[in-house]
């Protein structure tokens, strides 16, 4: 029979092993995202970039769970590298509008092999990988209901 308080055994917690697992896999990105010049935050907004070619920074914030705070340096740095461009919406200029350049688009090519590279990292079977991927995305639903 457990203790009253087994509940608090980090052996027990879910979120410990996802916390540990994005901290592992994010830091196993460092070597392929350094010579491309991007931290992982900043190949996510580029991911979500070379998807939509045009953002609003609320829209990409809500994609990839950032808030603005979190996302207005990372999207000055990309423009800084010419990757993207930042302009006021035209409609109402409280919206910023996220812009693909050429240069960022090109970035994409150099891009291209990360995936494979990162799956090699992760020892799940393909069927692993779509099962786990499933279930976190079932989590970041119920996330996004509450908001």
């Not at 830091?27 to 070379?50: E, S």
């Not at 990409?60 to 800084?80: A, I, M, R, Y």
């Not at 990757?83 to 240069?103: A, F, H, P």
């Amino acid at each position: 029979m457990g203790d009253k308080y087994d509940c608090l055994k980090i052996s027990n917690q879910l979120c410990f092993p996802l916390y540990a697992c994005s901290k592992e896999i994010v830091k196993r990105y460092k070597p392929f995202l350094d010579p491309l010049d991007l931290t992982y935050t900043q190949y996510i907004a580029m991911m979500v970039l070379w998807e939509e070619k045009e953002i609003t920074v609320k829209a990409l914030g809500n994609k990839l769970f950032l808030d603005s705070g979190t996302l207005t340096p990372v999207l000055k740095k990309l423009e800084q590298k010419g990757y993207v461009k930042r302009s006021r919406s035209k409609d109402d200029e409280r919206n910023l509008i996220i812009t693909l350049t050429k240069e960022g688009e090109e970035l994409k090519k150099q891009a291209c092999s990360i995936p494979a590279k990162m799956g090699k990292c992760v020892c799940l079977s393909s069927d692993e990988a779509q099962q786990l991927y499933g279930l976190l995305n079932k989590i970041l639903g119920t996330f996004d209901q509450e908001d």
